[in-house]
C-alpha cells in the first residue's frame, strides 16, 4: 500500500493539493490523527510492506454517530476529499462517507483479490510470489523425505492465492473454496502420481475450503491440517502440513504491485480534482477504470474462468 500512499501524495502535490495521512484507518479519522508526509518518509517505505500509516478496525466508526465524529475532524481540517485503501469493510465505510457528504474514492487492496470489478488488487501479487517461495522451498524437502505436504494459504472465500499459486509451482493438487472438496478424488490424484514414479506431491489449500471460519478455528479445524489428516488416514503416503499464516501479509512488495498501486494513486487523485467521488478505481484488461463504489462492495468475484480450466488441464482442482 505505501505506494499508492506515495503515489496519491505525489500526484496531488503535483496537481496544488496539499495532501495529509490518516493514521490507523478510521479509527485514527474518528480521533483526527493526522500526519503530513515527507519525500524522505514516502521514499523510505516505498519497499516496505504493510503501510507506513498502519491499520486499525473500528466498530464505532460504522455508527452514524461515529462517522459524524470523523467528518467533523476532516472538516476542521480543511480536508476536502479522501482516498480509502482497502477492501470490502473500508469501501463500505468509504461510500457511507461520501453518502454523507465527504468526497471519497477507493483504491482496492487486499491479498485474496477477492473485490469485484478490478482483475487484481494491491497486495495480490506480492503474497502470490511469497507463497511461491515458501512452496519451492517445501518442495525441496519433500522431495527428500517422499512426503505429502499440504500447504493453507489465505483466501477465506476466495481461491485465487491457492489457485494461482498452485499452478505456478506446478502442485499436484489445488483446493479452493468455490469448489466442493473430494477428499477420495485428492487421494486418489496422489495415488496416480506415486504410482508414475513421483514419490512426494505438493497440495495447495485455501484457507476457507471446508468452510469453517479462520479467526475462530482451532488448529485442528484449519481446512489445511484436515485435508492433511484425511490423506494420512486414507492412503500410506506420509502428510504434512504447513500454513503460511500472516508470512503472506509481508514483505517487499513486488514490482508488479508497485506499479499498479502507483497508477491507482494517480486515478484517485484525478478523479477528486475533476469533482468525481463515490467511485473505486480499478484495473481490467490491463487499463485504469473507475466504477461506482456500491457495485463493488458484497459482490463475489467469481474465479477466473480461463486460469480455472488451465489448472484442470495442468494439475488436480478437487
Known sequence: MNAAIRSVVLCGTALNFEVIGVERGYDGLMRGSFVEFSQRVLDENLHRGGTLLRSARSHEFMTREGRAQAIEHLRRAGIEGLVVIGGDGSFAGALALDREGMPTVGIPGTIDNDIA????????????????????????????????????????????????????VGAEAILIPEIPEDLDNLVAKIDQVHKAGKAHSIVIVAEGVGGVPSSTRRYEESAGFRVAQYISEHSHHETRVTIL????????????????????????????????SGRMVGIQQNRVVDVPLEDAIGKPKPIDREYYELASLLTAVV
Open 245 to 276: 499464516g500472516h508470512l503472506q501479509r509481508g514483505g517487499s512488495p513486488t514490482a508488479s504491485d508497485r506499479l499498479l498501486a502507483s497508477r491507482l494513486g494517480e486515478a484517485a487523485v484525478r478523479l477528486l480534482a475533476r469533482g468525481v
Open 117 to 168: 470489478c478490478t482483475d487484481v488488487s494491491i497486495g495480490f501479487d506480492t503474497a502470490l510470489n511469497t507463497v511461491i517461495h515458501a512452496v519451492n522451498q517445501l518442495r525441496d524437502t519433500a522431495y527428500s523425505h517422499d512426503r505429502v505436504y499440504v500447504v493453507e494459504v489465505m483466501g477465506r472465500n476466495s481461491g485465487y492465492i491457492a489457485l494461482y499459486s498452485g499452478l505456478a
